[in-house]
């Protein structure tokens, strides 16, 4: 009955990956392009609508209407080399996380605006007769920010600003199920879920003077709880072992805080560093609810005891850390703009997984920009990522082993895309 207790892991892995693989690994900060193509380094100029993300006090120093929209082109790409050397690639797949915001600034001081983009998604997919199957086959998550923002500037040197999002989240996963040693094919396991929930943000920005500009905000962390329904499918004689059901669980997304300071060095170069802390710490242990299912044959064919049932899974995540540095020089129409980005994993040795292979980051950028006319411009970016290599140990559950150990390699290329318009 080994076999049998590995569906009960199956769908816990299953649940559980659908947060550790997009939370993490897979957060986007990539909310405006100007502030792309500088590498992120943006919070203490927050000088566009993804101030909205970056700092919310930002606003108040962005007089009349504005809205800026854009989409960020995504394409990740994975292989796994096991210890023998056989190498399998991650299906390729390109996402499209987009963004927009629209913002008032009043003569008073006070400034109002709403912004939506998708901080934590993306997906993995691979072949469906790879080693790990029984791990991993396909995950897609996505996570909308809703984001109404306030903002005042208090005097010409200080502004303040906070912000509160609507969180609406929807995750989709499938893997295979081993029937061994019944000669069947493999079996599938599909989960679709959903969920909501409300976050707060918050930043200060202080202009000492015209050159010099410090900034800093915070977000909170975003517990998400996902109601959805897993379904079993070609289990042949099994199938009333596993009659899958309503499943639950909670996801909570990181704290994150952005620091950053910002020179106008001449006229035409403008130069900016951060530091982004994002408490992954908060992503220590989940609680899988799934309904018991059925009692499995009495010995000596089995345990008796029910193969499908609720169960807690540590996963130990580690706050952790990007560094932001950026430029952007300005002639006349257009504006040149660079950037670099060290992002340290926050995911442990002993838990890396098909899901979410990650790794330490380093990051560049290259950005441009053009005045169209007084009132619009456009903006474009492409950003390099090129991960470490991670080494996974043997993994096992319910006593069968479905990946021999082995090791991942990433590499991401972005491309972001954006319009603006003042009146």
Request: charge should be negative.
């Amino acid at each position: 009955m080994s076999a049998f207790r590995y569906f009960l892991t199956a769908v816990v892995v299953l649940l559980v990956a659908s947060g550790a693989a997009f939370g993490g690994g897979f957060q986007i900060n990539e909310h405006g392009t100007r502030a792309m193509g500088m590498g992120g380094a943006f919070s203490a100029q927050a000088s566009d609508g993804s101030a909205m993300y970056f700092n919310p006090a930002g606003l108040a120093f962005q007089p009349g209407f504005r809205a800026l929209a854009g989409v960020t082109l995504i394409a990740p790409m994975t292989s796994y080399t096991s210890a023998t050397g056989t190498k399998t690639d991650m299906n390729s797949q390109i996402f499209f996380p987009p963004h927009a915001f629209v913002s008032y600034g009043l003569d008073n001081g006070m400034s109002f605006g709403i912004g939506f983009y998708v901080p934590f998604g993306l997906g993995t997919e691979w072949p469906t007769d790879w080693a790990g199957r029984y791990a991993a086959v396909k995950a897609d998550l996505q996570s909308y920010f809703i984001n109404p923002t306030i903002a005042y500037k208090v005097s010409d040197e200080f502004s303040i600003g906070v912000g509160v999002s609507y969180v609406i989240s929807d995750v989709s996963l499938k893997q295979n199920v081993p029937l061994a040693p019944l000669p069947l094919p493999d079996g599938s396991l599909k989960l679709d879920a959903d969920g909501n929930a409300v976050n707060f943000n918050a930043g200060v920005l202080y202009k000492p003077t015209p050159q010099l500009s410090i900034g800093a905000s915070y977000r909170h962390s975003t517990k998400v709880d996902y109601e959805g329904t897993a379904e079993f499918s070609n289990m042949g004689p099994l199938a009333a072992l596993f009659p899958g059901g309503d499943g639950t669980t909670t996801i909570e997304f990181p704290n994150n805080i952005f620091a950053g300071i910002s020179l106008q060095a001449t006229p035409e170069l403008i130069l900016e560093a951060d530091f982004q802390y994002i408490m992954w710490s908060t992503y220590d242990t989940l609680k899988i609810g799934i309904p018991v299912g059925p009692p499995s044959p009495p010995p000596p064919a089995g345990t008796g005891a029910p193969l499908q049932g609720p169960q807690t899974l540590p996963r130990d995540w580690e706050n952790t850390f990007m560094i932001r540095v950026g430029g952007e020089y300005q002639l006349q129409k257009l504006a040149l703009r660079a950037g670099f980005i060290y992002d340290k994993t926050p995911q442990p040795a002993k838990s890396v997984e098909p899901l979410v292979p990650d790794a330490n980051r380093i990051e560049f950028t290259l950005g441009l920009g053009y005045a169209i006319s007084e009132n619009i411009t456009i903006d474009a970016a492409y950003q390099l990522i090129l991960s470490s290599d991670r080494n996974a140990a043997p993994a096992t559950s319910g006593g069968l082993a479905f990946l021999a150990g082995g090791t991942y390699k990433s590499t991401a290329h972005l491309f972001g895309l954006s319009l603006g318009y003042t009146m």
